[in-house]
């Protein structure tokens, strides 16, 4: 473009077609043909290298953790059986332990209630042979008053009527007691 | 300073047959990235960084954008892709180092788009077929078919000049800039150093050579990627 | 039979100068004529680009996709332009006609017409410009399939190119293949 850089200055046509047709030809496909050998061809083939290496890596990575979670998954499943299990053993000791207390529990009332019956009746029959003893005493006590006043002359009725109210008074002081 | 016109100089002769710096700028192009292809590729790390990064986002980008518009299976096209996009983008920005850019020639886009074509046609073929293709040429109404046959051959012509079009406008102006301020300097400083030219052609340069050069690769890498796989479905 | 005696009087003085400046004169018209087209690119490439300002405002988000599909569907809109710039450039710098044989007429009507030729690069200048601001409206509304948007709206502007390109043919046969010198 500097004319005064010009050593052949014999210019061809602007619009021209010329023999330089056939040698861009040739030198287009050389050019084409060294791109591709030693550029795109090499290039290209180490970045999907590359690239499959490291989806490989990620691959396994992958299927490292998916390993790891299924036994994770696994061993959980032990343990909540193993918990389980636990659970139901110490259920059944404990309801054991509570059907045995209820049953001692009721074997104490029903002996309980038993020997509350056992007494009363205890009670009782200690309470009648006492008012018997009593009414005996009451009779022996009586003869003596009588025998003491015998020398009196005592009139049957009278005496049984005093005799019937003694006994009626002591009585009831006993019976209160 | 004269301007004896626009056209490629001569680099040398083999025989008869003129070598334009056409081809000469291309080989030098062909070299620098046999090279740096060859450098990167010998000893890859696991971990990318520095200059293996951005080869490896340029090899990815250009991967991705094949499989996004021609699909997943048609990723074997990427090293033409690239092919078309790395040529071509860095034929056009080496008007900033003082180059003549090859993709100023109309032989050179011409080629690439012929080559195209010929991509386009043998795919298409390929795959529907010799005489399902053909007959995708009588689609809608077989009237229509010369219009259809024109309408196929104006791809690549469309394609080639577009792309010349564009990067010879840029390198007449810039031609047409450094010459109008090497003549300023002379006219308004006395110098024949043309200190004008230092700066001022910079905002232009960023603009015909690096904006317009890059998206006229896309859009030139684009077009084959949808007429390839157009002709496919 | 004024006019025709005007016409005819017209061409006889246009004869009368160099063949070359005449070819050369002509050249210039028809370089001139040939950028015409810019005129198609300028009005599409506007429209795509309100569209991409609309496309950001209401979707702020999607901006690096709509900024994308944009400049794709302008670049591509520019190509009429580029064109006629190309026919323009050849007229100017590499002219064929200058060595051409043939009636200096001829030659002459071939520049002008070569360049006239181009002016039919408005109509897909403006056309894939409509395509590339519905393309940004599309993309701004769902980021997510630039992707086949881009695509589609690529094929579309493909197609719409191809009156430029018979236009194109037209200009290069009329200047390097002519058919009309030889009869």
């Known amino acids: 473009m500097n004319p005064e850089l010009t050593i052949a200055s ?27 050998k030693f550029l795109f061809g090499p290039v290209t083939k180490f970045m999907a290298n590359r690239e499959n290496e490291i989806k490989d890596q990620i691959q396994y990575a992958q299927n490292l953790e998916d390993q790891a979670h299924e036994l994770i998954a696994q061993y959980e499943k032990k343990l909540e059986s193993a918990e389980d299990e636990g659970k139901e053993i110490i259920k059944k000791q404990t309801q054991r332990a509570e059907n045995r207390a209820f049953e001692i ?5 029903t002996e309980i209630d038993t020997m509350k019956v056992n007494a009363h009746r205890e009670l009782e029959r200690e309470r009648i042979k006492a008012v018997n003893e009593l009414k005996d005493q009451i009779s022996e006590l009586t003869i003596m008053a009588a025998s003491k006043v015998v020398e009196k002359d005592l009139n049957e009725a009278d005496h049984k009527a005093l005799i019937d109210q003694f006994i009626n008074e002591v009585g009831d002081v006993q019976w209160q007691n | 300073m004269g301007i004896e016109g626009f056209g490629p100089r001569v680099a040398f002769f083999i025989g008869d047959i003129p070598v334009t710096e056409t081809v000469t700028v291309t080989w030098f192009i062909m070299f620098v990235l046999f090279v740096f292809s060859f450098l990167v590729t010998r000893n890859m790390k696991k ?31 990427a090293p033409y892709v690239g092919t078309l996009m790395l040529l071509i983008g860095i034929s056009n920005i080496i008007g900033l180092f003082g180059l003549r850019p090859p993709t100023a020639d109309l032989n050179t886009t011409m080629c690439l788009s012929i080559m195209t074509f010929v991509l386009t046609q043998f795919f298409g073929m390929k795959s529907k077929g010799i005489g399902g293709y053909a007959k995708g040429f009588l689609e809608p109404i077989p009237l229509l078919l010369p219009l259809n046959i024109i309408g196929e051959l104006a791809n690549p012509v469309s394609l080639g000049f577009r792309l010349f079009g564009n990067i010879t406008a840029g390198v007449i102006i810039m031609t047409l800039l450094y010459g109008a301020l090497g003549s300023f300097t002379q006219l308004l400083l006395g110098l024949t150093v043309p200190l004008l030219q230092a700066g001022i052609p910079a905002v232009l340069h960023i603009y015909f050579d690096l904006f317009a050069g890059l998206l006229q690769s896309f859009i030139f890498t684009m077009l084959t990627m949808v007429f390839i796989s157009g002709a496919m479905e | 039979m004024e006019t025709t005696n005007f016409i005819v009087k017209f061409l006889e003085w246009l004869m009368s100068f160099d063949p070359k400046a005449v070819v050369l004169g002509a050249s210039a018209i028809g370089a001139g004529f040939a950028m015409i087209a810019g005129i198609g690119p300028g009005i599409g490439q506007g429209y795509a680009a309100g569209k991409g300002a609309e496309a950001v405002s209401r979707n702020p988000k999607s901006q690096r996709e709509t900024t994308m599909v944009m400049l794709l569907g302008a670049a591509v809109a520019e190509t009429s332009g580029i064109l006629a710039l190309v026919v323009a450039l050849i007229m100017l710098f590499g002219n064929p006609l200058i060595s051409a044989e043939g009636s200096a007429l001829v030659i002459m009507a071939s520049a002008i017409g070569a360049g006239l030729s181009m002016i039919a690069g408005i109509g897909p200048g403006v056309g894939q410009g409509y395509a590339a601001g519905k393309g940004t409206e599309a993309v701004g509304k769902r980021p997510k399939l630039q992707s086949s948007v881009v695509r589609t709206m690529l094929v579309g502007q493909a197609v719409a190119q191809t009156t430029g390109i018979y236009a194109l043919v037209i200009s290069l046969v009329l200047l390097f293949a002519n058919p009309l010198f030889k009869m």
């Open chain 1, 105 to 109: 529990i009721k074997t104490a009332e």
């Open chain 1, 10 to 36: 014999l210019r061809l046509g602007l619009v021209e077609i010329s023999p330089t047709f056939v040698f861009q030809l040739i030198n287009t496909f050389i050019l084409y043909l060294i791109l591709r």
């Open chain 2, 47 to 77: 971990e990318a960084t520095g200059v293996q990064l951005v080869v490896e986002t340029i090899v990815r980008t250009i991967n991705n954008l094949t499989k996004q518009n021609m699909g997943e299976k048609n990723a074997a096209f």
